[in-house]
């Protein structure tokens, strides 16, 4: 058996998935909580009687929440914004993980959304906390090997690699090709 969901829990990701999502109906969302139906349909009428307003979407044939509720923006600390930029920011968007380009830009999302005491906070180390990684991962030449490395854990594939010697030099004996099955990318 997979995780074990406390029902405050539940519910919150039953309005998450709901509004993320469309068509999820009550099968989809028993599986995607590991419960039961019966236990979703309890669920969804302990959030329409606290005033979430969830309702069945015959067009979708899924559930949707009706009118203008929304969860409210995540209230993140100092802390963990100036952690989450300065990340996203300073190694996404600086291309120096190749394949993390969309994280930079995700950085911008997130900095529009925090409180206006947290960006006043950040401002004056916005230019003074870089993260900078190895010259070898901000190099362009690396960057088809990573995209070869996720698309082979995809795809679930194996690479051709060869293997160069620290030396360099011309034929040697520990040089060769072998075949690299990846399961992660780290």
């Not at 909580?33 to 302990?46: I, P």
């Not at 979407?57 to 600390?77: Q, S, V």
């Not at 010259?135 to 795809?155: G, H, K, L, P, Y």
Request: glycine residues 8%; proline residues 5%; hydrophobic residues 45%.
């Amino acid at each position: 058996m997979g995780r074990v969901y406390t029902r405050v829990y539940r519910l919150l990701g039953l309005i998450s998935a709901i509004q993320s999502r469309r068509g999820l109906n009550a099968g989809d969302l028993a599986r995607l909580f590991e419960t039961h139906e019966r236990t979703v349909y309890r669920d969804l009428d302990t959030l329409n009687a606290s005033g979430v307003p969830c309702a069945f979407d015959p067009e979708t044939n899924g559930y949707r929440i009706k009118g203008g509720f929304f969860m409210p923006p995540i209230e993140l600390t100092f802390e963990e914004a100036m952690a989450l930029v300065a990340v996203l920011e300073g190694v996404a968007a600086e291309g120096q993980v190749p394949f993390f380009g969309a994280a930079g830009r995700a950085a911008e999302k997130i900095r529009s959304q925090l409180p206006a005491a947290v960006l006043e906070a950040m401002e004056p180390l916005d230019d003074r906390v870089r993260i900078n990684l190895p010259a070898t991962m901000a190099d362009e030449s690396c960057r088809d090997v990573f995209d070869s490395v996720r698309q082979a854990i995809a795809e679930k594939r194996a690479l051709i690699c060869t293997y160069e010697a620290p030396s360099h030099s011309a034929g040697a004996a520990d040089e060769g090709e072998f075949d690299f099955r990846p399961y992660a990318l780290w």
